[in-house]
C-alpha cells in the first residue's frame, strides 16, 4: 500500500510499518497509509532551528514578505491539482474553495502586511520611553524572532486552510514551521506541501511536514519553539499538559472545538429582511463542510414565541440541500471525513437527545444523488430543539462535529446573553437584529466569552464574510473551552512567533540599535543638505538645524486671510479672558508652513520627489507674535518600497522627525514629516 511522505531533514522519508489507513470519504476506496514510525522528532526539531530559523533569521520582513507572495501566485497555478484530491475528503467544490483558496488567501494577506513592518529582521515594539529628567537614559521595546520552531497540530477538518493560515504568519514573522496534520484527511496536506516544497521558493528548513502520530514530539520542543494546536478541547487538555511544556514553558496556542451560537434579535420579525438573513445563515453554518467546522453554529437561540416560526422555516431551508457526490453538480453537501467520523458524531447526537427532541433529519437514513450510503460517511443535517435551555447542561457541553445544530428559546436579550455565555467559552457569535441598541447590548454582555461577535443585518449581509469565517486581520480564537488562545490578527498574529525584549541605553544607542532615530540621539552633521540625497545616501541620525525666523501679527493676519481660518484665538483681541491665551495665537499651520520653508532646500531640482504624508503633529506651546523659531530635522526612518512596474521609479519612504523650537530651545511643535525619494537609478 502506498504510504504518504514526511517532508523531513530536507527529504521526503516514509516512515516504518502499516500505518493508519486512509480512506475516500464518499467511495469508501483505500488512497494511502500514513506512519511516522522511526523517525527521530528531535532531530526533527534541531533541523528547524539550525537550518530554517537560521535562513529565515537573515531575511528582512520586506523579503519574507514577498517570499509569501511568490508562494501564493505560485499555488494558484496548480488549484485543479489540489481541487481534485480535496474532493476525497467529502468536500464539495465551495467547501474547497474555503480550504484551499482561503489558505492561498491569508499567504497573501499576511505577505501585505510585510508594509506595516520595517526592512530589518527585526521591529520595534510601541512607543520608545524616557527614563531619565536629563533624557540621557531610555528604554524601546523590540521584538526579534525566535530561534525555535512553530510547531503546528492542525484538525482534519481544514487541511489545507489550517495548514497555510499558521505557516503564513510564523513565516513572516522568521520562524520556520513543522506542521502536523490530522492523519485522516493529511494527503491533501501532503499534496499541496509536495508542491510547496517543488517550488523552491522557501529557504530549506523553513517548513516540515508529519504525516501520521506525533509521537514524542512534544518531549523535545524548548522555550524558543512554539506549540499551536487546533482540534478538541480534550485533546488540547492532554497535549498542553505535557511534562516538557510546562518545565520549558513552551508557548501553547490552542483553538478548539466551541459551541458557538447565533441570536435572532427579539426585534426581527418574519416580514423583515433580516429574517430570511438568519434563516440563510443558519443552514449555511450547518451544510458548509457537512457541519465540520470548528467555528460553525452550534445553538441558536431565538425568541420564545417565534420559535415555531423560526423552526418551521429552517426545516424548509435544510430540506432543499442536496447531498452526495461533491463531483455531482447538484450537490450541495457532501460526506464527513470519514466513517470514523460519522460513528462519532451520531454517538455525540445520542447523549444530546437525552434532554432535546430531533425535529428535523435522521441519524439512520439519508437520501443520496450519485453515492452509496454504505460506502462513503455521508450524513444528513440534523436540527434539535430544547425548550429547557436554562436548565440543561449537555446542549452547552456537548458538540457533535457535524451538521447537526439545537434550536433554542429566550424571554429577553439578558438571558439571550446568559445563554450564550453558558458555552462557557466560544469561538465565535452571531446576532441577527436591525436595532443597534441590541446590538451593542449583546456585544458588550457576550464578548468577554467570545474571540469573535458578528452583527448581521441588512446593512452589511451582501459583503459580510459570514458567521464561521475567520479573517486574516482579525484574531482567531476564543477564551475558555475555546482553548485561550489567538491565531492570525494580523500584526498580532505575528509578535506571538517573536520575543519582546526591552533595550535600555543612551537614545544614540537605541538609535544605532534599532535603526530609528530616537528623540535626544546626537544628529549626524553634513555640509550636503539631506534632500541632495537619493533614498540610498541619507542616513538614519542624519541632521540639519534651520535658520531662524521671527513671527509677526502681520504674518497671523496675512495666514488667516489666505486660508479663511479667521478662528477667534487668532484673530480677536477683546474676546481671550477666560482662554488659554494671552494674545492672538499663531495658527498651528503657520507654524508648520514656516518650518517647512526653514527646513526644505530650494536651491534646485533634487531627489524628492514629493510630500507624502505627516504623522504625530503636536502643536506644544502657544506662539506669539514676537516667537523666534528655528527647525531641528533629523532622519528617522527609511522604508524602501516595491516597483508597480516597469514605468515606476525606484524610490522610497523617508520619515523625517520634526522639532519647532524657540528661541529658548523650548518645542512649540513636533511632527513626523514623509518624504518620497528617489533612489539612484
Known amino acids: ?115 506595516k513592518f520595517p526592512d530589518e529582521s527585526f521591529c520595534l515594539d ?18 526579534v524572532p525566535k530561534e525555535g520552531v512553530a510547531v503546528h497540530i492542525n484538525a482534519f477538518n481544514f487541511p489545507v486552510w489550517g495548514m497555510l493560515e499558521k505557516v503564513a504568519v510564523n513565516l513572516l514573522a522568521g520562524v520556520p514551521a513543522l506542521v502536523k496534520p490530522a492523519s485522516i484527511t493529511s494527503f491533501l496536506t501532503e499534496a499541496v506541501v509536495k508542491e510547496i516544497i517543488a517550488s523552491g521558493i522557501l529557504p530549506e528548513g523553513a517548513l516540515q511536514l508529519i504525516c501520521g502520530s506525533a509521537g514524542d514530539l512534544l518531549d523535545h520542543v524548548t522555550s524558543q519553539d512554539t506549540v499551536t494546536f487546533t482540534c478538541s478541547a480534550s485533546t488540547g487538555l492532554m497535549l498542553k499538559s505535557n511534562a516538557n511544556i510546562l518545565r520549558e514553558n513552551v508557548p501553547f496556542n490552542m483553538e478548539a472545538d466551541s459551541l458557538n451560537c447565533i441570536v435572532l434579535g427579539n426585534d426581527v420579525t418574519p416580514t423583515m429582511p433580516e429574517w430570511d438573513i438568519f434563516i440563510k445563515e443558519v443552514r449555511k453554518e450547518i451544510t458548509t463542510k457537512a457541519g465540520q467546522k470548528c467555528t460553525a453554529i452550534r445553538r441558536i437561540f431565538v425568541p420564545a414565541e417565534k420559535l415555531e416560526d423560526v423552526q418551521i422555516a429552517l426545516g424548509k431551508a435544510l430540506a432543499q440541500t442536496t447531498i452526495g457526490n461533491p463531483l455531482n453538480d447538484k450537490v450541495r453537501m457532501g460526506s464527513l471525513a470519514g466513517q470514523s467520523q460519522r460513528t462519532e458524531v451520531k454517538e455525540q447526537v445520542q447523549k444530546l437527545l437525552a434532554s432535546s427532541q430531533m425535529i428535523y433529519g435522521s441519524l439512520d437514513s439519508v437520501e443520496l444523488i450519485d453515492a452509496d450510503a454504505n460506502k462513503g460517511a455521508f450524513m444528513g443535517p440534523v436540527l434539535l430543539l ?109 509578535k506571538h512567533y517573536m ?78 479672558e477666560g482662554t488659554l491665551f494671552k494674545h492672538p495665537v499663531a495658527h498651528g499651520y503657520l507654524i508648520l508652513s514656516y ?16 510630500n507624502y504624508g505627516i504623522d504625530e503633529l503636536r502643536f506644544t506651546k502657544p506662539v506669539y507674535a514676537g516667537t523666534t523659531m528655528y527647525v531641528r530635522f533629523t532622519c528617522k526612518e527609511k522604508i524602501p518600497q516595491e516597483l508597480k512596474d516597469e514605468s515606476d521609479i525606484p524610490k522610497g519612504i523617508v520619515k523625517w522627525y520634526v522639532e519647532i523650537l524657540d528661541s529658548n530651545n523650548e518645542h512649540l511643535g513636533i511632527a513626523t514629516i514623509l518624504t518620497m525619494v528617489a533612489k539612484k537609478g
Open 386 to 494: 430544547n425548550e429547557n435551555p436554562l436548565n440543561t447542561t449537555a446542549v452547552h457541553e456537548v458538540e457533535a462535529f457535524g451538521p447537526i445544530a439545537t434550536l433554542m428559546p429566550y424571554k429577553n436579550m439578558d438571558e439571550a446573553i446568559h445563554l450564550a455565555r453558558m458555552g462557557k467559552g466560544s469561538l465565535c457569535s452571531s446576532i441577527v437584529t436591525s436595532n443597534d441598541k441590541i446590538a451593542k447590548q449583546y456585544v458588550l454582555g457576550a464578548a468577554n466569552y467570545h474571540g469573535r461577535i458578528l452583527v448581521l443585518n441588512n446593512d452589511c449581509a451582501k459583503e459580510s464574510t459570514g458567521h464561521g469565517s475567520p479573517l486574516p486581520l482579525l484574531v482567531h480564537g476564543g477564551p475558555g473551552r475555546a482553548g485561550g488562545g489567538e491565531e492570525m490578527g494580523g500584526v498580532r498574529g505575528i
Open 499 to 576: 520575543q519582546r525584549v526591552a533595550v535600555q541605553g543612551s537614545p544614540t544607542t537605541i538609535t544605532a540599535i534599532t535603526n530609528v532615530y530616537q528623540p535626544g540621539a546626537k544628529g549626524i552633521q553634513d555640509t550636503v543638505h539631506p534632500f541632495r540625497k537619493y533614498f540610498e545616501d541619507i542616513q538614519i541620525g542624519e541632521q540639519i538645524i534651520s535658520g531662524k525666523r521671527t513671527i509677526t501679527d502681520a504674518d497671523i493676519t496675512t495666514f488667516a486671510n489666505i486660508t479663511w481660518d479667521h478662528f477667534y484665538p487668532h484673530v480677536d483681541h477683546t474676546s481671550l
Open 126 to 143: 510601541g512607543e520608545s520611553h524616557i527614563l531619565s529628567k536629563g533624557g540621557s537614559f531610555m528604554g524601546q521595546h523590540i521584538l
Open 595 to 610: 518650518a517647512a520653508g526653514l527646513f526644505v532646500e530650494n536651491s534646485a531640482k533634487c531627489p524628492v520627489l514629493l
Open 1 to 115: 500500500m502506498q504510504k504518504l511522505g514526511n517532508y523531513i531533514l530536507g527529504n521526503w522519508i516514509e516512515g516504518d510499518g502499516d500505518g493508519q489507513t486512509l480512506f475516500n470519504a464518499v467511495t469508501g476506496e483505500v488512497i494511502a497509509a500514513t506512519t511516522t514510525k522511526g523517525l527521530d522528532f528531535k532531530a526533527i526539531l534541531e533541523y528547524g532551528r539550525n537550518t530554517g530559523s537560521s535562513a529565515l533569521r537573515k531575511m528582512t520582513f520586506q523579503q519574507r514578505g514577498l517570499m509569501l507572495r511568490t508562494l501564493a501566485l505560485h499555488l494558484q497555478k496548480h488549484l485543479d491539482t489540489f481541487y481534485a484530491v480535496s474532493y476525497k475528503t467529502g468536500a464539495t467544490k465551495a467547501d474547497s474553495w474555503v480550504d484551499i483558496e482561503g489558505g492561498i488567501g491569508n499567504l497573501f494577506a499576511n505577505a501585505s502586511l510585510r508594509r
